[in-house]
């Protein structure tokens, strides 16, 4: 009883596409349940991004995501969190193949995360896989311009659109997922003016990153916010220091045990 009302809380995927053009949409990444539940009181959708590759495993890039990872993620997100919109990346080499492949795992996460929708990289040439997704139940989020899991063709994480002649193929690029029923689109890293123009071609929410401040709504990555990576993207505003923060700690503790001052056990018991 008490799940099914817990579930009925969240923001659903209509709630966050009917904001088109409305109250911004405030999202961020989320890796771990703890995170999640303080991100889960401030933010309309949280994403399970496969950016934890690199964030949260050193990896070099998001291509080596498998997908027991995200879903292992998925399900700690969606432990710590009651109210917001859970999304989980699907991870490269999942969902490029065929839609009957794109189907078996966007089920599979979902099954076993239990979040409520899925979102993949690529315009129009994955149109047909979003709506082989959506017709069959599974709310998809789409993701164009810089797509990381594209990061080797397009020879690193590049701003998108400096040359206006390819404008016109992004804003293709989101016609067609967005005809093709995706809820909402990630646009990342593109010129100002393009985000611009493609948040006006669609009928769905845009979701910037590295964009426009005209999107629909925004993303960060949450350890890039904090200040916890030691690198960010340029465009990225800190809105934290973690990192100094847990170095101070750790520094601090680690001279406690050294010097003998560390607190005993009547001490500790105390500070309870
Ligand atoms: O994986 C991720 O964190 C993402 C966001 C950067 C949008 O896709």
Not at 245 to 265: D, H, M
Request: proline share 4%.
């Amino acid at each position: 009883m008490s799940t099914q009302t817990e579930t009925i809380r969240r923001l659903t995927v209509p709630q966050i596409a009917a904001r088109k053009g409305g109250e911004p949409i405030v999202s961020l990444t989320s890796y771990h349940a703890h995170t999640a539940t303080i991100v889960d009181r401030h933010a309309d959708f949280i994403l399970v991004g496969d950016s934890l590759g690199m964030v949260m495993h050193g990896m070099e890039t998001t291509v080596g995501v498998p997908l027991d990872l995200m879903i292992m993620h998925g399900k700690a997100v969606v432990r710590g969190t009651k109210r917001a919109l859970i999304v989980v990346d699907m991870p490269f080499g999942t969902y490029e193949e065929s839609p009957n492949m794109a189907f078996r795992n966007a089920a599979t996460i979902m099954k076993e995360t239990q979040c409520q929708a899925v979102k993949l990289e690529g315009g129009k040439r994955m149109a047909e896989t979003v709506h082989f997704l959506v017709e069959r139940g599974i709310p998809v989020m789409a993701h164009i311009g810089l797509t990381p899991q594209s990061s080797h063709v397009m020879g690193g994480f590049k701003t998108q659109g400096r040359d206006q002649d390819t404008w016109p193929l992004h804003i293709e690029d989101a016609k067609a997922v967005a005809d093709a029923g995706a809820f909402a689109i990630v646009v990342e890293g593109v010129v100002e003016e393009l985000a611009d123009q493609i948040t006006a071609a669609v009928d769905v929410p845009t979701i910037g990153i590295g964009a426009s401040k005209n999107c629909d709504g925004q993303i960060l990555v949450l350890e890039d916010m904090l200040g916890l990576n030691p690198w960010v993207p340029k465009f990225v505003k800190k809105y934290g220091n973690l990192g100094e923060g847990i170095e101070e700690a750790v520094k601090a503790y680690a001279q406690e045990v050294k010097s003998r001052t560390f607190p005993g056990e009547a001490q500790v018991y105390k500070n309870k």
